[in-house]
Antibody, heavy 122, light 107 residues
């Protein structure tokens, strides 16, 4: 059964950095595009970033562009999100998610992790 | 960026009601739209992908329709387990975007 387990969340001061991890299991990690999606407390879902299965493309939401960096280590079946210059409005539960189809096929998000909470506060 | 507008934001309904949620895209997105269900404290779950394809294991009372800019999620005969928040999401182009959500609550 596919599993995605996020970690690395916590309380951090504005302007500081944090790195989130997402460990994947029970599927060929290197074959799938991976995403981060966040949800502020009591709010809706916000797509954050994607990294293609072959790392040839990365894309970001305008709200995080230039501050967040998505990366992956296929040898460790792990997805990362480096978050710099954090702001109060980045406070949210961050989910990693796997695309439904492998490779470069257009597809929605199918498997989701339970998320890790990031709180940006002084 | 493509804006996704869902309506209504909240919907009050009873068991066995037929429920319809609408999602409008600010640009044409072909059929690259998914519907997700989310319950409090849980990760979203995909119900419909490619606008009208029912995800495996999802009850047949859920259906999706539409293309380009107008999409609909219909729940026929609402069941107690269906009270939740529903989101549409476009994956036609980056940045991917979600609708603001529709909460289906008990009337």
């Amino acid at each position: 059964q596919v599993q995605l387990v996020e970690s690395g969340g916590g309380v951090v001061q504005p302007g500081r950095s944090l790195r989130l991890s997402c460990v994947a299991s029970e599927f060929t990690f290197s074959s799938y595009g991976m995403h981060w999606v966040r949800q502020a407390p009591g709010k809706g879902l916000e797509w954050v970033a994607v990294i293609w299965y072959d790392e040839t493309n990365k894309h970001y939401a305008d709200s995080v562009k230039g501050r967040f960096t998505i990366s992956r280590d296929d040898s460790k079946n792990t997805l990362y999100l480096q978050m710099d210059s954090l702001r109060a409005e980045d406070t949210a539960v961050y989910h990693c998610a796997r695309e439904k189809l492998r490779g470069s096929s257009i597809s929605c998000l199918y498997h989701w992790g339970q998320g890790t909470l990031v709180t940006v506060s002084s | 960026d493509i804006q996704m507008t869902q309506s209504p934001s909240t919907l009050s309904a009873s068991v066995r009601d037929r429920v319809t949620i609408t999602c409008r895209a600010s640009q044409r997105i072909s059929r690259w739209l998914a519907w997700y269900q989310q319950k409090p404290g849980k990760a979203p779950k995909v119900l419909i992908y490619d606008a009208s394809s029912l995800e495996s294991g999802v009850p047949s009372r859920f259906s999706g329709s539409g293309s380009e800019t107008e999409f609909t999620l219909t729940i026929n005969s609402l069941q107690p387990d269906d009270f939740a928040t529903y989101y549409c999401q476009q994956y036609n182009s980056y940045p991917w975007t979600f609708g603001q959500g529709t909460k289906v609550e008990t009337k």
